[in-house]
């Protein structure tokens, strides 16, 4: 709809919309430069992450760990009242979990919540923003045209058609999960994601029956068929996975919630119990605010197109979408670095008072982190991103089964596979890795460090690795990757 005459058109050199970390990011740098901004913000005035996402999850996971070692310690001679008694509970006061993941989450968000206390009240807008059909931005009674816009809406849980109703009030999402009161004693999650999986297996180690339920039968969008298995494996020793099954229909009974799901034999099954945490991935809302009318387009999963991977431009408009709303990567520091980025552009275009080309920036490869135990990780390329590139490669492993320190502390299970490219120009550079194993956190770092830099599978391999530690199995995993070099080699000689 297009503005009436009648209403005040507020001029200003940027405006951004969202002020999640993304946006925050983008602001700290454009006001450094202008005070004629605004920053609109619909929902509270924090982060995902630190309000419902990374860090009331670890949180979570922190005390699950703790519950489930002093639970699981016989084999080191170690035995406490559960460790005979299959009812975790009986030593976990559940309320007192759930008020310190509140208490520490909330102080979390108090420091971002100063921070934007001592921004400028002119500069902030609570309400929803829209975009009307002459590219002005609506929020409440105000019209805004920016001369420089930076959306960075975030993104929200994604839930099938229906089940809210059918739920009810025994539907959780990673939004409201964190709220419960205490643990329940029963649990089903819907999605096998990183969000599903670790909350599933802390909240299994908290004492619930939890039951997984998983569409593909497939984890943690592990695309390495030999580390999906193994993380399976892994994981099912403590954890009721069912995968490969199709959710038919969802309902509540007697206060309890009802799901019914096929498995991959066409069996059905039903499954009744105190909540359903619904984990089936997050959803933008870019169709939903009008971007079309800055000239933007949407492919069918609502991501934008012409979209810089590093700064969020689109084209060269001077619009940019940053963070979980172009669902590029969905992850923290992905969003931080594109929130900086986009505003150091912006920055940069208002001090030289014209339009600038985007000046490239190193790509860092794509690194993401499921903190279950054993943890997850994935760096660089997937082996169908390597293989769809046309790269010539060779895989290296190990196995973190019979590694030296894994089973000092325990903790023996585990896949590393690298991928490290055949390709003249590029001979021995990792081109990515895949993972389930203990430290998998650190391990992933330092392949990421060694692509950022440049180095190669034998410059890792120079590289001190201290005895006797968890990282001696990347060492491992490098050796067999560079024999495999090294026999790739004299074949084609």
């Not at 119990?273 to 492919?299: F, K, M, P, Q, S």
């Not at 999963?301 to 969905?330: C, F, M, S, W």
């Not at 690795?465 to 491992?476: A, D, M, N, Q, V």
Request: charged share 15%; glycine share 8%.
């Amino acid at each position: 709809m297009s503005h009436s005459p009648t209403h005040h058109i507020r001029q200003v050199d940027v405006a951004i919309i969202g002020a999640g970390t993304a946006g925050q990011n983008a602001f700290a740098q454009v006001s450094q430069v202008t005070d004629n901004l605004v920053i609109i913000n619909d929902g509270y005035w924090t982060t995902t992450c630190a309000t419902v996402g990374c860090m009331p999850s670890k949180l979570l996971i922190a005390a699950a760990e703790r519950a489930y070692h002093a639970c699981h310690s016989q084999q080191f001679g170690i035995n406490t009242p559960c460790s005979t008694d299959t009812k975790a509970h009986s030593i976990i006061d559940g309320q007192q979990v759930m008020r310190r993941v509140r208490a520490e989450r909330d102080r979390f968000t108090h420091f971002i919540t100063e921070k934007i206390a001592g921004w400028d009240n002119a500069q902030k807008i609570s309400g929803r923003a829209t975009i009307n059909a002459d590219g002005y931005i609506v929020v409440g009674n105000q019209i805004i045209n920016a001369t420089h816009i930076i959306v960075a809406t975030g993104s929200t849980p994604y839930i099938p058609d229906g089940w809210t109703d059918a739920l009810g009030a025994t539907m959780l999402t990673s939004d409201t999960v964190f709220e419960l009161p205490d643990i329940p004693h029963s649990l089903a999650v819907i999605g096998a994601g990183a969000i599903g999986l670790e909350l599933a297996q802390a909240f299994s180690r908290l004492g619930s029956q939890v039951t997984l339920l998983n569409h593909a039968h497939r984890i943690a969008g592990i695309s390495d068929s030999h580390v999906n298995k193994k993380a399976i494996a892994c994981l099912t020793q403590a954890l009721n996975m069912q995968l490969g099954v199709e959710i038919t229909e969802v309902s509540q009974q007697d206060g309890q919630a009802v799901i019914h799901y096929q498995d991959a034999d066409n069996v059905s099954h039903c499954w009744q119990g105190d909540y359903v945490l619904v984990a089936t991935g997050r959803r933008n809302h870019l169709a939903e605010i009008g971007i079309e009318n800055l000239g933007v387009v949407l492919d069918k999963h609502n991501r934008p197109q012409q979209l810089n991977e590093v700064t969020g431009q689109i084209a060269d408009k001077n619009v940019y979408i940053i963070g979980d709303a172009n669902a590029h990567l969905p992850l923290l520091h992905v969003a931080s670095n594109e929130g900086f980025h986009a505003g150091q552009c912006v920055k940069d275009t208002i001090i030289n008072d014209k339009q600038t080309q985007t000046v490239p920036q190193p790509t860092l490869p794509a690194m993401a982190v499921v903190f279950s135990e054993p943890q997850i990780a994935n760096v660089g390329l997937s082996l169908t991103q390597i293989e769809e590139a046309g790269h010539r490669y060779v895989v290296g492993e190990v196995s973190f089964d019979n590694q030296g320190r894994s089973r000092v502390m325990g903790v023996n299970c585990g896949l590393l596979r690298i991928y490290a490219s055949m390709d003249k120009h590029h001979h021995g550079k990792i081109l990515g890795a895949s993972m389930v194993a203990p430290d998998a956190e650190y391990i992933a770092h330092i392949l990421a460090t060694a692509m950022s830099n440049d180095l190669t599978i034998n410059d890792l391999l120079n590289s001190p690795f201290y005895h006797p530690t968890i990282l001696e199995g990347l060492r491992t995993a490098l050796r067999a990757t560079q024999a495999q070099l090294e026999q790739s080699q004299h074949k084609q000689h």
